[in-house]
C-alpha cells in the first residue's frame, strides 16, 4: 500500500553534538515520526532519512535557517516539522498540524543543562526554533524574504534573526502569524556547551522556575542526563 504524508521531518545538525548523543536522539526520533518523510540535512555526511550534506560551513544563526530551508525546498509536503540534533521528541508532537496560523510552537518541552549537578528537568515555556510545525510554503516565503533583504549576514542584528512570529518588524520582513499548542508526553531540549548560544550566558543560563526530577513517558533525570556524554 502506498502512504501519502502531509508532513515531512526536516533534522538539521552541524554534526557537533557527542557522537552517542547524536545517536541516541536519532533513535528516539525515529521511533516518534514512525513512517513520516525525513530529511536531514548536515554539515557532515549522515546516513539518515534523505540527507543533503551541505558541507563545513561557519557555524551561525543564519546557518541553521538555511539549513531549514534547504530541507523545506526539497519536501514537497504542506506541512514541515523541524527536528533538532539536541533534543528528543515524543510521538504526539508530529501528529499535530497547525489550525489558526502557518506557524505552530509545541511549548510541551523540558529543558535540561547538561553542565547542572545534580541535574533537573526545567520549563520555560517559550518558542524554540526545534518545537516548529508550518505549513511548508510559508515557511519558504518567510525565509526566503528575510535572506533577500539581508543578503550579508553580518550586517544584521543577529538577536533578530529568530524563530518565525519573533522580532519580523526589527529585520523589516513581514510579520508572521503564530499559535502555541502543547503535547503529552512532552518533549526534551538540552542545553549544552556545544550549541550557539553557549557563548552567551554559558553556565549562567538561568534555569525555569517550574522543575522536576521525574515526568512522563521520559522518566527521572538521572537516565536522560546520561544520553549525553
Not at 557537533?16 to 536531514?40: M, Q, Y
Not at 526554533?129 to 528575510?146: H, P, Q, S
Amino acid at each position: 500500500m502506498t502512504h501519502t504524508f502531509d508532513m515531512t521531518v526536516i533534522y538539521i545538525t552541524a554534526n557537533v553534538v557527542p557522537d552517542s548523543f547524536g545517536i541516541a536522539a536519532r533513535e528516539v526520533l525515529l521511533e516518534a515520526i514512525g513512517e513520516l518523510p525525513l530529511i536531514s540535512v548536515s554539515q557532515k555526511p549522515l546516513t539518515f532519512g534523505h540527507n543533503i550534506n551541505v558541507g563545513d560551513s561557519l557555524r551561525s544563526h543564519v546557518n541553521i535557517y538555511r539549513q531549514a530551508l534547504i530541507g523545506a525546498d526539497d519536501a514537497t509536503t504542506e506541512y514541515i516539522a523541524i527536528a533538532e540534533d539536541d533534543m528528543l521528541y515524543s510521538p504526539a508532537h508530529f501528529r499535530y498540524r497547525p489550525k489558526h496560523a502557518p506557524f505552530a510552537y509545541n511549548l510541551a518541552y523540558w529543558g535540561v543543562y547538561t553542565w547542572q549537578d545534580p541535574p533537573i528537568y526545567n520549563y520555560k515555556g517559550r518558542k524554540n526554533f526545534g518545537v516548529l510545525i508550518c505549513n511548508r510554503m510559508a515557511f519558504i516565503k518567510a525565509m526566503e524574504e528575510r535572506f533577500n533583504k539581508w543578503p550579508d549576514e553580518t550586517k544584521v542584528n543577529l538577536d533578530h534573526w529568530a524563530e518565525p512570529g519573533k522580532y519580523e518588524r526589527q529585520l523589516g520582513v513581514t510579520p508572521q502569524l503564530t499559535e502555541d499548542f502543547y503535547t503529552h508526553p512532552p518533549n526534551i531540549k538540552f542545553s549544552h556547551e556545544n550549541e550557539l548560544s553557549f557563548a552567551g550566558l554559558g553556565t549562567r543560563k538561568r534555569a525555569g522556575e517550574m522543575r522536576a526530577y521525574d515526568i512522563p513517558h521520559w522518566g527521572h533525570i538521572n537516565k536522560i542526563r546520561r544520553l549525553y556524554a
